[in-house]
């Protein structure tokens, strides 16, 4: 079920919100996008807010999605508890179902089945609540306890074919169109601009990315209508989708996420992939100052996907040449486990502001 919506007055945005977390709905391209606010409890001196872009890749909806909104929830709450109101978008916001990851990973995982009923279930299991978009599709599970004994090491796919048949009965087969996060980003940020009374801020503006959401983020603060922030705070975020200057092995892996920015992003050539590369991008002067938080070991030293995704240091280089300051934060173990020790750098990031 969604989460109560608070509506808000759009006029002069007076209206007060209440302390502690409340949702706002707007509208982009007939969609409805939902800000998730964290606000600060008592009064204390007026601050920025930040407008934090939280990204869950295909994660955007269904079991998984209902995971990672209460993972990123811990963001905005650390936010709120140091002083200053956080309003966090989700974007891209792209179900996994609508990927064609499932078949991927369904086709490696296959032969895993070999090893016995117990391992046929768990990954039939795994299989079909990554699959699910509807209530229906849930319905499926009933036919993990039996489907191995019957079909064998056949369960996995067959039961994954009758998966896909039902959500194309359903309407859910061609996949969306994929949002326009860069829209979703903007309207996020207006929306913020003009409700600094309600919020209780000083009108300033920190923008902040996590993840696949740093991406769009970055991309955001560099685009030419972007308003000048007061700072930019990306967190373990994703800086290029660039594949054509990839040797070795690399060349290898090339097509896979090719494909993989094809079906999150819709982009599906060169041309795209470089645009939609923020350390690419950068080409205008900047002002402020850029903190670039990356974790110790984001995959836990896994090759070289951990560098693929998560380099910082061309980025890096790119915004210096145009002039910002640039402050790189190591924070916490790994991609997932920093929002643990994330109050280390947002307690005093908030007292500096």
Request: hydrophobic share 40%.
């Amino acid at each position: 079920s969604r989460p109560p919506i608070e509506t808000m007055a759009e006029g002069n945005g007076k209206s007060q919100l209440p302390a502690g977390r409340s949702f706002h709905t707007t509208t982009v391209d007939g969609r409805d996008v939902q800000l998730r606010i964290f606000k600060p409890e008592g009064k204390g001196p007026k601050k920025p807010a930040v407008v934090m872009v939280c990204g869950l890749l295909w994660l955007g909806t269904g079991f998984l999605g209902r995971i990672g909104l209460t993972f990123n929830d811990m963001f905005g709450r650390t936010f709120a508890r140091n002083g200053v109101a956080c309003v966090q978008i989700h974007t891209p916001q792209r179900h996994m179902a609508h990927t064609r990851l499932p078949e991927l990973a369904s086709l490696i995982l296959w032969p895993l089945t070999l090893l016995g009923g117990g391992v046929s279930m768990f990954l039939l299991a795994g299989d079909l609540l990554l699959l699910a978009t509807s209530p229906i599709d849930l319905g499926l599970l009933l036919l993990v306890p039996w489907a191995p004994g019957i079909l064998g090491p056949l369960a996995l796919p067959a039961v994954h074919l009758l998966a896909r048949l039902v959500q194309k009965l359903q309407g859910t087969m061609p996949f969306p169109k994929h949002r326009d996060y860069m829209k979703e980003v903007t309207a996020a940020v207006e929306w913020v601009q003009k409700s600094s009374d309600a919020l209780g801020t000083d009108g300033r503006i920190v923008l902040c990315g996590y993840s696949s959401g740093g991406h769009c983020a970055s991309r955001y603060a560099l685009s030419e209508g972007a308003p000048e922030f007061h700072s930019v705070v990306m967190v373990s975020g994703i800086y290029t989708l660039d594949t054509s200057t990839w040797t070795g092995g690399r060349r290898v892996l090339a097509p896979i996420f090719n494909e993989i920015f094809k079906d999150i992003l819709g982009v599906d050539s060169e041309e795209e992939r470089i645009k939609q590369s923020p350390e690419l991008q950068v080409k205008r002067k900047l002002r402020g100052e850029w903190y670039l938080l990356s974790a110790k070991m984001e995959l836990m030293g896994l090759q070289p996907f951990e560098d693929i995704l998560f380099g910082t240091q061309r980025l890096k280089a790119a915004l210096e040449a145009q002039g910002a300051t640039v402050k790189p934060v190591a924070c916490g173990l790994n991609h997932w486990l920093l929002v643990l020790s994330i109050e280390d750098f947002i307690r005093p990031f908030c007292e500096s502001l």
